[in-house]
């Protein structure tokens, strides 16, 4: 077989088993003994502050959230549900939520914790030929009996277009700007706020240790 053949093949290779590693990547362990005591099996999650300009950024990242928590075996209530009831009452307004009492929160809804999310990064940044789409996200789980926080992460997800044109350098060029402008005008920030959301409650030592609905409930203590 040629070499030069070879060679792209393997610098291929070489990048999907780095992307790879980086993925299973763990970060230092979190103290969950706050957590554990707690012992919660319900997950409220509150409107969520939106730091960023992107005014349809709230909804379109809690539409991704349930699913992530109820996976780790948790019950969620339903998160449209708990935004139209908290507007009827009078706490539309995200940031007056997140400074509000949890211990009052639970009181209201009955559950067992409060999820509060900021998004900090929800934009898309055109330079010609290339858009990077980015989104930043804090979470922070606090217990609704206690007030206290029993569990937080940052999480930061980018992403550009790739061009797969071949041939005349004028003709890439052209495909990356066509690319990027797609991408400005239309960026797609949900497979970013999905994996983010992926990472932070499933990532080994930093996410949240399996609920009571989960299989893995009190058997992954090596984990978290």
Request: net charge negative; with cysteine; proline share 6%.
């Amino acid at each position: 077989m040629n070499l030069k053949s070879i060679l792209p093949k393997f610098a291929v290779l070489c990048v999907l088993v780095v992307s790879l590693a980086a993925c299973q990547t763990t970060g230092t362990k979190k103290d969950y003994s706050a957590f554990r005591e707690a012992d919660p099996r319900s997950v409220l999650v509150v409107p969520v502050v939106n730091n960023s300009v992107e005014v349809d950024a709230p909804d379109l990242f809690l539409s991704t959230l349930s699913r992530y928590i109820g996976e780790r075996g948790y019950y969620v209530f339903p998160v449209n549900l708990v935004k139209n009831v908290m507007e009827e009452d009078g706490m539309g307004d995200a940031n007056m939520v997140h400074e509000a009492d949890p211990t009052r929160l639970g009181e209201i809804f009955g559950s067992d914790t409060v999820l509060y999310v900021k998004i900090n990064t929800w934009t898309a940044q055109y330079l010609v030929f290339s858009t990077t789409v980015t989104v930043e996200l804090e979470y922070t789980l606090k217990d609704t009996h206690s007030g206290q926080t029993l569990w937080s992460d940052n999480q930061v997800r980018q992403w550009s277009p790739q061009s797969q044109s071949g041939g005349h350098p004028l003709a890439a060029l052209l495909a990356a700007a066509i690319n990027a402008a797609i991408a400005k005008a239309a960026p797609n920030y949900i497979p970013l706020a999905q994996q983010a959301n992926y990472a932070a409650f499933n990532q080994l030592n930093t996410g949240i240790p399996a609920g009571p609905y989960s299989p893995q409930y009190q058997n992954d203590m090596a984990d978290f």
